[in-house]
């Protein structure tokens, strides 16, 4: 099946300085990736639609210039936390689109990265 | 406004046990209908995904239903083992331009032995 890696699982870093995340598709392209937030006990939030050759779409309320998100290639989106402060720590979950041998679109998900800002 | 219910949001059986899981939906239009199990600290995984079509589908001792009419799926998990804790996660997808996804909250699964 369709496996997505994410890059780094865990990331401690100091406030002020900038984190980034590697979300790649293995085994298929993934013109569509989507990053996600989630906070302890609660589901995951969609912050913004990565498109290859394309800028992203964010989510209201998700700050552009602070969640940087590359999709320069079929297979790789990044996500870069700029400035990180301690608020922004959370977990972060990449997702890739396509369909299966059914037709189905099916969307993968990545093993999440594990943030904190200290 | 699309949403998904779950319940119970928390749940604690004993190993070997059954339990079923429940998933309310007002997605429209409605495209297919997911069960994700999300272990602490990893990303979901896919358990089963169900179109409109589709009444009953199971992967090993998980089982999923669908009742269209009424906009409700279950996820019944059978003999349950430690290993199952988790949360499981109902995701609805829309059958529009983006097919964009409606999570549930969760329903937060505790085996104990």
């Known amino acids: 099946g369709a496996v997505v890696s994410q890059h780094p699982s865990r990331v401690i870093c100091k406030s002020g300085t900038s984190v980034k995340i590697e979300c790649r598709s293995l085994d298929f392209q993934a013109t569509t990736m989507f990053w996600y937030r989630q906070f302890p006990k609660q589901s995951l939030m969609l912050m913004a639609t990565?498109?290859?050759?394309?800028?992203?779409?964010?989510e209201q309320g998700v700050e552009k210039d602070k969640f940087l998100i590359n999709h320069a290639s079929l297979t790789l989106s990044t996500l870069t936390v700029t400035s990180a402060h301690p608020e922004d720590s959370s977990f972060y979950i990449c997702?890739?689109?396509?369909?299966?041998?059914?037709?189905?679109?099916?969307?993968?998900f990545g093993s999440g990265t594990r943030l904190t800002v200290v | 406004k699309n949403q998904v219910e779950q319940s119970p949001q928390s749940l604690i059986i004993l190993e070997g046990k059954n339990c079923t899981l429940q998933c309310n939906y007002t997605v429209s239009p409605f495209s297919n209908l997911r069960w994700y199990k999300q272990d602490t600290g990893r990303g979901p995984v896919s358990l089963t995904i169900?179109?409109?079509?589709?009444n009953t589908k199971s992967n090993g001792r998980y089982t999923a239903t669908l009742d269209a009419d009424t906009k409700q799926s279950s996820l019944h998990i059978t003999a349950s083992q430690l290993s199952d804790s988790a949360s499981y996660i109902c995701v609805v997808s829309a059958n529009n331009a983006g097919n964009m996804l409606t999570f549930g909250g969760g329903t937060r699964l505790m085996v104990k032995p």
């Open positions: 169900m179109t409109f079509s589709e």
């Open positions: 990565s498109n290859e050759g394309s800028k992203a779409t964010y």
């Open positions: 997702s890739a689109r396509e369909y299966d041998r059914h037709y189905n679109l099916g969307y993968t």
